[in-house]
């Protein structure tokens, strides 16, 4: 059974930075797509970042410049480091792995990441 495990989110003034963990049991993070959401309130979960089996990474534009997706694979850990934070990012922050083999999609529990101006 795959779970996934977020920490790291907190609350932080505008300007400063945080990093986000999600630390996975039951895959192996680097033979699967693993992803960063995240949902503001009243708002749609929408992509932050992914990072392939590949190891190839992308982002969204407004997170560009300031976020950085990475993994550990000795640690089967999942990391994005948040730099410059805006009081836009605040929201609820999720870990996603989607398993290559068949489709399936896991969600971690959510970690809370509050941006004060």
């Known amino acids: 059974q795959v779970q996934l495990v977020e920490s790291g989110g907190g609350l932080v003034q505008a300007g400063g930075s945080l990093r986000l963990s999600c630390a996975a049991s039951?895959?192996?993070?680097?033979?699967?797509?693993m992803a960063w959401y995240r949902q503001a309130p009243g708002q749609q979960r929408e992509l932050v970042a992914r990072?392939?089996?590949?190891?190839?990474?992308d982002a969204a534009d407004s997170v560009k410049g300031r976020f950085t997706i990475s993994r550990d694979d000795a640690m089967n850990t999942m990391f994005l480091q948040m730099n410059s934070l805006k009081p836009e990012d605040t929201a609820v922050y999720y870990c996603?792995?989607?398993?290559?083999?068949?489709?399936?999609?896991?969600w971690g529990q959510g970690t809370q990441v509050t941006v004060s101006s």
């Open positions: 990072i392939f089996s590949s190891g190839s990474t």
């Open positions: 039951g895959a192996i993070i680097g033979m699967n797509h």
């Open positions: 996603n792995l989607v398993r290559r083999a068949d489709g399936w999609s896991y």
